[in-house]
């Protein structure tokens, strides 16, 4: 994987993408079927709009300690460890972070189910709760609970549990991903080994 410079940020859209980009601001390079840019943070990028990527990356940089700054596009949150395992609680943990994408996830299909029939345009709540586990240490038992604003005929209940089964990160841990760890370490100028 490519890391670009921090002072640039790279803006990586799909075939199905409209992006506006600063006057001068061209197409970097294309991989398979997408497109990288760099932009820099003086010309900055005005908006973009994603439909269907296929790519999805985050950085995170370690700020202090145990607290992380976590980047995605132009969003940035912090990732941080409770007092008692040595952060400032500046934020969730990683694993709340995983509660958080699953439940935002079901929220997201719940919400887009009621809207889609006109049922309701606010006013999901979604609860997530999960174990963990040893052996080896995970997460595990999660339940997710959907509060529907409105009430439901018995079909629009199915149908609401069944736009929920869709959500990506649901069916993402349901189908065990392919997680690969690289390692990358600065070379020293100079030392001839």
């Not at 390079?29 to 997408?34: A, D, Q």
């Not at 997201?108 to 009621?114: S, T």
Request: charged share 20%; glycine share 8%; with cysteine.
């Amino acid at each position: 994987m490519h890391r670009w410079p921090k002072n640039e940020a790279v803006l990586k859209t799909s075939n199905r993408c409209c992006a506006s980009l600063p006057t001068g601001v061209n197409k970097h390079t294309v991989v398979g079927s997408h497109t990288v840019m760099r932009v820099s943070p003086q010309q900055g990028v005005t908006s973009a709009f994603f439909l269907g990527d296929v790519h999805m990356e985050v950085h995170i940089d370690q700020i202090e300690g145990v607290k992380f700054s976590v980047r995605t596009r132009t969003h940035s949150i912090i990732c941080d460890q409770p007092q008692a395992n040595g952060g400032t609680d500046a934020g969730m943990t990683p694993p709340e972070f995983l509660l958080a994408a699953l439940g935002s996830c079901a929220a997201f299909y719940a919400a887009e189910y009621l809207r889609s029939r006109n049922l309701a345009s606010h006013g999901v709540a979604v609860s997530v709760e999960a174990e963990k586990l040893k052996g080896p240490t995970r997460i595990g038992n999660f339940r997710i609970r959907v509060d529907s604003p409105v009430s439901l005929t018995a079909e629009q209940r199915e149908g609401l549990m069944r736009s929920v089964e869709h959500c990506l990160v649901k069916n993402t841990l349901l189908n065990p991903p392919q997680i690969e760890v690289s390692l990358e370490v600065p070379t020293t100028i100079g030392v001839q080994i």
